[in-house]
């Protein structure tokens, strides 16, 4: 299976603190892609990035990607309690596939 | 949530019954999904949509079947609901292929097979 697995299954965090989520997979991929998950809610892409890129940053998220280890990670600065949600990665790997993680579940404490 | 409802958002059905579920968008995107959510498997693909009358198989259609007569709709539909099929399920968008785009998802229906 090429699917990504995120790494902790669960964070609890103050608020303020900084949440690194993990994400490795198995096989080469085109791009690799964040999603969060708010309870009762459809995952809301949060950002993609490439195979060719190494890090890429959307306000107060930092993903970095190394395809040598095959691995990213999701960095979420001074946290806030909106931030809690469960956080999945999703692979990408030609023939228009695209598999999830199971997630990592972040609750952000007042 | 880009312009994507599902219908219903909750059901319970019986064991052998038959179940459509709808997913309707208003962004005219070319590609549409199926995916159940289950604790432990994260989310898996059912079937998928590239087109009217355009569609395949993902990794666990079994039990699935589906329909895109208008670019707007695309339904599922389980023709003798199981106990297994109880789940979260939910429609994606996207403008081009998963490669290059990313998914925009509805809100999910919880569908109990008693």
């Known amino acids: 299976s090429q699917q990504g697995e995120e790494d902790p299954q669960a964070l609890s965090i103050q608020e303020g603190e900084n949440a690194t989520m993990n994400c490795s997979y198995k096989t080469s991929i085109n791009n690799l892609q964040w999603y969060r998950q708010n309870s009762g809610r459809g995952l809301v892409h949060l950002i993609l990035?490439?195979?060719?890129?190494r890090e890429k940053h959307s306000g107060r998220l930092r993903v970095t990607l190394d395809t040598s280890k095959k691995s990213s990670s999701l960095l979420i600065t001074a946290s806030r309690a909106a931030d809690t949600a469960s956080y999945f990665c999703a692979t990408e790997a030609g023939a228009n596939n695209l598999f999830f993680g199971t997630g990592t579940r972040l609750t952000v404490i007042p | 949530d880009a312009g994507i409802t599902q219908s219903p958002r909750h059901k319970v059905t019986e064991t052998g019954t038959p179940v459509t579920l709808r997913c309707h968008q208003t962004e005219n995107h070319r590609y549409m999904y199926w995916y159940r959510q289950d604790p432990g498997h994260g989310l898996r693909l059912i079937h998928y949509?590239?087109?009217?009358?355009?569609?395949d198989k993902g990794e666990v259609s079994d039990g699935y079947s589906v329909s895109r007569s208008k670019t707007e709709d695309f339904l599922l539909t389980l023709e003798s609901a199981t106990s297994s099929q109880t789940s979260v399920y939910f429609c994606a968008i996207s403008e081009s292929s998963r490669q290059n785009s990313p998914l925009h998802f509805g809100n999910g229906t919880r569908l109990t097979v008693t």
């Open positions: 949509s590239y087109g009217v009358k355009d569609t």
């Open positions: 990035i490439r195979s060719n890129e």
